[in-house]
Nanobody
Framework: QVQLVESGGGLVQPGGSLRLSCAAS????????MGWYRQAPGKQRETVAQ???????EYADSVKGRFTISRDNGKNMVYLQMNSLQPEDTAVYYC???????????????WGQGTQVTVSS
């Protein structure tokens, strides 16, 4: 069994900051790329940021310069530092990781349950 558990969401005023964390636990033998996605009410889920095992990052244009993704391979964790938050950043944020359950097996996508981020005055 594999679990991805997010934490760190909440209510913040415009211009504020939040740090999301996601911990992967359970039975797996390898972690590949990890990332953060978000889904606002009435909208499709979109990619926010991704990070490879070697630390190469990619960001959505809407968050470049404001958000920073990082990971701790020793702790099987990924983080999202969000600065200068705006109301349009309000969404449920989901953690994603590509995990390999067995040696010789393939990597598959796993998702966390989501954490709400609300930016409002």
């Amino acid at each position: 069994q594999v679990q991805l558990v997010e934490s760190g969401g909440g209510l913040v005023q415009p211009g504020g900051s939040l740090r999301l964390s996601c911990a992967a636990s359970g039975s797996f033998v390898g972690i590949g790329a990890m990332g953060w996605y978000r889904q606002a009410p009435g909208k499709q889920r979109e990619t926010v940021a991704q990070i490879t095992t070697s630390g190469i990052t990619e960001y959505a244009d809407s968050v470049k310069g404001r958000f920073t993704i990082s990971r701790d391979n020793g702790k099987n964790m990924v983080y999202l530092q969000m600065n200068s938050l705006q109301p349009e950043d309000t969404a449920v944020y989901y953690c994603n990781a590509r995990l390999r359950r067995n040696y010789g097996g393939r990597y598959s996508d796993y998702w966390g349950q989501g954490t709400q981020v609300t930016v409002s005055s």
